[in-house]
């Protein structure tokens, strides 16, 4: 059965903290074992090589996954998509406290990130179903972004200390216990945001949405700005390290990226429900990415000052573009919408690791590249804007 969002009033409205919780979770769980899982996969007699496909497996699963749990979100309703992906990612952490071998921790890796998979497009979207005005939309983007800042910021060393403490397992049996009460949470507290419509109506593919110029300009915006991140997370800690400055001080860049990138996301949610004002702040946004990344340099205080050029970047482009694509994506398929964003935003992260590292190996500077590309993208998505 097709459904589409409520158009019930404010009063009227399921209260968002459960999807807030699910959005969350669904970054500190993946964010958290990061840190944790290079060296767990080396226990188990794990070559470099195959560590580093055991830690994209998640996003290699994720992606697809997306778009799939994105679509029959919008044809089911978001409830039951938050339940199953609660519930299967909470039975995969119990998986980790058993893997034996190598081969067994890649499939638990790749069915983990497929588990999650209906998480991150099904929250946002129930977020997104009671946000219908401009300006309404405008801080609720501010807060997804300002959430997913955050657990981003906290979530890594927060897995190395509870790791380092209780081991890996006491790691994975603690992410088990927050799923299984998020899963009461969105059980009793969580209200369907869809209302059923036409019995049995056709929901569009996923990829239709392409056709729209106004999206294919949201979704290349979104590749840019996630393209230019991976390229930031394999350059900059190596930049660090060549400089001397040590592992800390990678941390304490990331950290400052993350301020700022909230800070904007947060002080400007309250005067941007205009598109016209998010396309300003799109390609403003672009504009610090680049500054950002073509000012890395060794020297620390340059270093910090172009990540925090970055991170007003991300601050900016964030929001913008969540905005822009809950604006113009039909009625309907806002889940399926979403997903495909955030299958998007997976495969520019993997896209611009990949790149610099074979920038690095040919002795060719990623980050100039990137900020060039992130100027470039820019323009297209302008082009792209006009069309349609």
């Known amino acids: 059965m097709r459904q589409t969002p409520s158009p019930t009033d404010t009063a009227a409205r399921p209260r968002t903290g459960p999807a807030y919780l699910v959005l969350a979770l669904a970054f500190f ?25 055991i830690v994209a497996a998640y996003s290699m699963t994720n ?33 980790y406290t058993h893997v034996r071998s190598p081969l067994e921790l890649l499939l638990l890796r790749a069915l983990h990130g497929f588990t999650a998979s209906p998480l991150t497009p099904a929250a946002v979207a129930a977020i997104a179903d009671q946000s219908p005005g401009g300006e309404t939309r405008a801080r609720a983007a501010g807060r997804i972004g300002a959430v997913i800042g955050l657990v981003a910021t906290l979530a890594p060393p927060s897995g190395g200390i509870i790791a380092e403490r209780l081991g890996p397992e006491g790691l994975f049996w603690i992410l088990f216990g927050l799923l299984i009460a998020c899963i009461l949470v969105v059980g009793i507290r969580f209200a369907e945001t869809l ?8 929901v569009p593919a996923p990829w239709t949405l392409l056709r729209d110029p106004r999206l294919l300009s949201v979704y290349t915006g979104a590749l840019g700005l996630t393209f230019a991140m991976g390229v930031v ?14 592992v800390q001080t990678s941390g304490m860049a990331f950290g400052f990226f993350s301020l700022l990138a909230v800070l904007f996301m947060l002080l400007l949610r309250d005067r941007g429900g205009q598109t016209t004002v998010q396309w300003r702040r799109l390609h403003l946004g672009f504009l610090g990415l680049a500054l950002g990344l073509l000012l890395l340099e060794e020297e620390r205080a340059v270093l910090f ?18 905005v822009l694509l809950q604006a113009y994506c039909p009625p309907g398929s806002r889940a399926a919408a979403l997903g495909l964003f955030f299958a998007l935003y997976s495969l520019g992260i993997i896209l611009g690791q990949t790149s610099a590292g074979l920038l690095l190996e040919a002795n060719l500077p990623p980050h100039r590249a990137a900020s060039v590309l992130a100027l470039l993208v820019s323009l297209l998505v302008g082009l792209l804007r006009r069309r349609g």
């Not at 350059?235 to 001397?244: E, H, K, N, S």
């Not at 000052?305 to 969540?322: H, K, V």
């Open 63 to 95: 992606l697809p996954g997306n778009v799939l749990f994105g679509h029959l979100a919008d044809r089911y309703g978001r409830k039951p998509p938050l339940l199953i992906g609660l519930l299967g990612t909470a039975l995969v952490l119990v998986g």
């Open 233 to 246: 997370t394999v350059y900059m800690p190596l930049l660090v390290l060549r400089a001397g400055y040590g």
């Open 305 to 322: 000052g172009a990540m925090g050029l970055f991170g007003s970047g991300f601050g900016l482009l964030f929001p913008a573009l969540t």
């Open 29 to 53: 769980d993946n964010l958290s074992i990061l840190p944790v899982l290079p060296d767990y996969a080396a226990r188990l007699g794990t070559s470099p090589a195959l560590i580093g496909l």
């Open 195 to 202: 209302e059923p419509i036409t019995p049995g109506g056709p």
